[in-house]
């Protein structure tokens, strides 16, 4: 078992909302896994509860990951993964 580090940005009960989490992650746990996972767990009233993936920016150590096939990466013991909404706008 293998452990990450999460940091979620505007995904709480608040747009300027942010966490620090640690959570332990089973072999050949993914992004994609991880993120539903969290999303199965959210409390109601919680936007993490309720936004979908496609409007999520996701990073893997800094990384961000730009395509489905990106979210299907194994996480490795230590990793960061950083979830937050995409921004649109200009």
Do not use: H
């Amino acid at each position: 078992m293998g452990q990450v580090t999460l940091r979620l940005f505007g995904l709480g009960k608040g747009d300027a909302s942010r966490e620090n989490l640690s959570r332990a992650i089973e072999p050949g746990t993914t992004i994609s896994a991880l993120w539903e996972s969290l999303r199965c767990e959210a409390l109601p009233g919680v936007k993490l509860a309720t936004v979908d993936r496609k409007a999520v920016l996701a990073l893997l150590n800094g990384r961000p990951l730009r395509t489905p096939a990106e979210w299907e990466t194994q996480l490795s013991d230590d990793d960061t993964v950083v979830y937050m909404p995409k921004a649109f706008g200009g």
